[in-house]
């Protein structure tokens, strides 16, 4: 079956402009993470969706960064204003629930670049 | 603040020895760890995990072992076989309930032939 998918997986902008990263999770996984990987760091959670549930944003790391999932599947990252600090690997990842034994799925990935 | 680390940034085995990946951890909430590996291009996958009330997980080729006194766990993989080479993610879960993952910086694995 399909596994989790990102779009798009490289993006170059511009300082100051809006960015918007997709995450496809697979089919009936009701949890929905975002992380991001800047260089030389671990990967950074940024806000967990779970359900109908109000998504855990404790670690967006400012008010430029937002997200929003769509009808329980589809999540939206976006980023305004980019900094060229926002430069990173953000990662989607998806479980079939919460709790220990549901394993999180991640997808490939997209390289953001802002020079 | 970097609560789970892994200071070995690279690493590099024979085939056929075995490969001991280490990572060390600050917060005494944390009560379930897991290893990922990543491929290039590549999302982590899930490897093997160990509960914070064992001391060692065994699974294949791949073994956990966790020392919660000193904070620290290491993964064993032997004998190492070249597909192994990859970048190993350590990962821990708080026990107050968040979802969240907390990783280490990772350790590029290169298994020699």
């Known amino acids: 079956g399909a596994g989790v998918s990102q779009s798009p997986s490289n993006k170059v902008t511009e300082k100051g402009k809006d960015v918007e990263l997709r995450c496809d999770p697979i089919?009936?996984?009701?949890?929905l993470y975002w992380y991001r990987q800047s260089l030389g760091q671990g990967l950074e959670f940024l806000i967990y969706?779970?359900?109908?549930?109000?998504?855990?944003k404790s670690g967006l790391p400012s008010d430029r960064f937002s997200a929003e999932r769509t009808g329980g599947s589809v999540s939206t990252l976006t980023i305004q204003r980019t900094q060229q600090e926002d430069s990173a690997v953000y990662l989607c990842?998806?479980?079939?629930?919460?709790?220990?034994?549901?394993?999180?799925?991640f997808g490939p990935g997209t390289r953001l670049t802002v020079l | 603040d970097q609560q789970v680390k892994q200071n070995s940034p690279s690493l590099s085995v024979q085939e056929g020895r075995i490969s001991i990946l280490n990572c060390d951890y600050t917060?005494?909430?944390?009560?379930?760890f897991l290893w990922y590996k990543k491929y290039p291009a590549e999302g982590p996958t899930f490897l093997i995990s160990?509960?914070?009330?064992?001391d060692k997980n065994e699974d294949g080729r791949f073994t956990v072992f966790l020392n919660k006194s000193a904070k620290h766990l290491s993964l064993h993989i032997v004998p190492s076989q070249p597909g192994d080479s990859a970048v190993y993610f350590c990962?821990?879960?708080?026990?107050?309930?968040?979802?969240?993952?907390?990783f280490g910086t990772g350790t590029r694995l290169t298994v020699i032939p």
């Open positions: 990842a998806s479980s079939a629930g919460t709790g220990l034994q549901y394993e999180q799925f």
């Open positions: 089919s009936g996984h009701t949890a």
């Open positions: 969706f779970q359900g109908n549930s109000a998504p855990d």
């Open positions: 917060n005494s909430m944390f009560d379930y």
């Open positions: 160990i509960s914070s009330i064992k």
């Open positions: 990962a821990a879960r708080d026990q107050t309930g968040a979802n969240n993952l907390f």
